[in-house]
């Protein structure tokens, strides 16, 4: 029977050896050609620390044989740890479920695509230990298509305008956060998209931390449709009484428009003695029209928020756990 949670926290499995003190969450959704190759090079990039650390992967529905590899590795190595979904529920989901779980003081989030160098893990949990809470991965040479970097350049703007915080890519998964940083806001991971964006606008101190960026070996998953509700999903999120400033904007905006519509009416009536009411008219239709969709969808998100809350719907449920 499948098991529903959002808060728990599990206990220590039994011969698992040293308390960690390093936490590597990592999310898994159909990579299972990249798993080992992911898992070899981590290990190889940790051991080094001479730190006592565990792997826990997340394995969000994925459907090509991922989940059997993640068994064997947890088989063969004491310190892997998995969590498999029921179905696919999300990235945010997934990390969340790692995240509850983590025991280690430091934590580190990544995606198993291979798109960032697991070698790079040790420069984030350094900059942990130079005194930040969050060590902000940031992709100084992206590998992915303008379809992708435009979209996430204005996603950025918008969490730098709504957090405050003057990093320049929320968007990377890659990062380390003192676990200190993560537990206050762990009833919000999840169903709140960008962990970082959270942490960072309750108050957390961060250093950016360049890291490697590969390009993806198969399509991304990121389609324009759902980068748009990624976008609303920001501004419901993260900017306070959005309606209240759209409303007073479409207001404003109307009004000079209006106006500026009415007055060269006239003056094209006066002066041609022909004033072009309909096509002005079906225009300014056509604009109010277009503001009051974004207005409504920006409304459904809210809406979709109170009724998974009205409902107690868990964030994800869960078919197996080993470690």
């Known amino acids: 029977m499948a098991r529903t949670e959002e808060l728990a926290s599990p206990a220590p499995r039994e011969g698992a050896g040293a308390e960690p003190h390093l936490s590597v969450v990592v999310t898994v959704f159909d990579e299972a050609t990249s798993l ?4 070899a090079r981590t290990v190889a990039a940790l051991e080094p620390l001479d730190t006592a650390f565990e792997l826990i992967f997340v394995d969000d529905g994925s459907t090509d044989g991922s989940f059997a590899t993640l068994e064997r590795l947890h088989v063969s190595d004491h310190r892997v740890r998995v969590v498999r979904f029921k179905r696919n529920f999300g990235q945010h989901p997934a990390m969340h479920a790692g995240l509850v779980r983590a025991r280690g003081a430091i934590v580190v989030t990544m995606d198993a695509d291979l798109q960032n160098e697991p070698e790079d893990i040790p420069k984030l949990v350094a900059a942990v ?9 940031r992709r100084n040479a992206r590998r ?3 379809g992708r970097t435009l979209p996430s350049r204005m996603v950025n703007g918008m969490l730098r305008r709504f957090t405050g915080a003057p990093i320049s890519d929320f968007g990377c998964a890659f990062n380390a956060y003192r676990r200190e940083a993560l537990v206050p806001m762990l009833g919000a991971i999840g169903k709140q998209k960008f962990t970082k964006a959270l942490v960072l606008s309750g108050g957390a101190s961060v250093a950016e931390v360049d890291v490697s960026h590969a390009p ?3 399509r991304s998953r990121y389609s324009p449709l759902r980068l748009v509700r990624l976008m609303l999903h920001v501004l419901a999120g993260f900017w306070p009484q959005p ?3 759209f409303g007073v904007a479409l ?8 106006t500026a519509l009415g007055i060269y009416g006239v003056g094209y009536w006066i002066s ?3 004033f072009p009411g309909p096509l002005f008219g079906g225009v300014l239709v056509l604009f109010v029209l277009g503001i009051q969709g974004f207005i409504l969808a920006l409304i459904g998100e809210y809406l979709g928020r109170i009724q998974r809350d009205v409902e107690g719907r868990p964030l994800y449920t869960i078919d197996k756990e080993l470690g």
């Open 251 to 258: 207001g404003i905006v109307c009004t000079l428009v209006a």
């Open 243 to 245: 309606i209240q400033w």
């Open 36 to 39: 080992e190759e992911l898992y």
């Open 216 to 218: 993806r070996a198969d």
């Open 144 to 146: 992915d298509s303008w």
């Open 272 to 274: 041609e003695s022909n």
């Open 129 to 137: 230990q130079g005194g930040v809470e969050v060590a902000s991965g």
